[in-house]
């Protein structure tokens, strides 16, 4: 099971990841800002997901 996503579409993800490393959650800012710097040509509906490292402080 997956999205079945192309090269292209993982193009911001993959630069980002390959140029300022995994910035965690923040990383979806970075993405959203590559992408509006090179839209895609489809311009239909698209998804965003993004979450961070679990912290555990030990409180319960």
Do not use: C, K
């Amino acid at each position: 099971m997956g999205f079945d996503l192309t090269d292209a579409q993982l193009q911001h993800s993959r630069a980002g990841l390959a140029e300022v490393g995994n910035l965690g959650s923040a990383s979806i800012l970075d993405v959203l800002r590559r992408t509006h710097g090179t839209p895609p040509d489809n311009r239909g509906p698209g998804l965003m997901l993004a979450y961070g490292p679990l912290h555990h402080d030990g409180a319960h």
